[in-house]
């Protein structure tokens, strides 16, 4: 059964891989749009800007991909149910919530004044950058202690 499975991921990703190399060829050498013929306002581009054709068709299948693999990370080791495996998987999935539960609480949605334009920007923006910034910060401060725990124990091994 796991040789069975193991040629059906094989395929599988071979095909998503030439998929994602399709769409990587479309977006660079697709065309381009000026933002006056763009279906949506952009601020802050001007006029000579061009914008890739296909730059939602390549958002979307990076939004796919990244929800496989989430998918993916959560339910493999359930269902070749090692449990070692799923209990190490399920907690660094929750330790990321956490991180990202407390980045959130701990953002800032005051307004920002931007010198040379009169746009407002919304509440709900300015707290989900702050979180994206906070959770940034995090995650590089626990790759730092990482590193530097790991070399410290090899150190003393």
Request: with cysteine; charged share 10%.
């Amino acid at each position: 059964m796991t040789d069975k499975i193991s040629i059906i991921l094989r395929y599988s990703l071979f095909g998503m891989m030439l998929v994602a190399v399709v769409v990587f060829i479309m977006f660079f050498f697709g065309g381009h749009v000026s933002p006056a013929n763009y279906d949506i306002q952009i601020p802050g581009l001007n006029e000579d800007t061009q914008i890739p054709v296909y730059t939602g068709l390549a958002l979307t299948l990076a939004m796919v991909y990244l929800a496989i693999c989430g998918i993916s990370a959560i339910l493999f080791p359930i269902v070749f149910f090692n449990l070692k495996k799923a209990k190490n998987t399920l907690i660094g999935i929750g330790v990321l919530v956490l991180l990202i539960v407390i980045s959130y609480a701990l953002a800032d949605s005051s307004a920002v004044v931007i010198v040379g334009s009169d746009e407002v920007l919304s509440e709900s923006l300015l707290k989900n950058v702050g979180t994206g910034i906070n959770l940034m910060f995090a995650l590089i401060g626990l790759a730092v202690v990482a590193w530097i725990y790991a070399e410290v124990s090899k150190f003393f091994k």
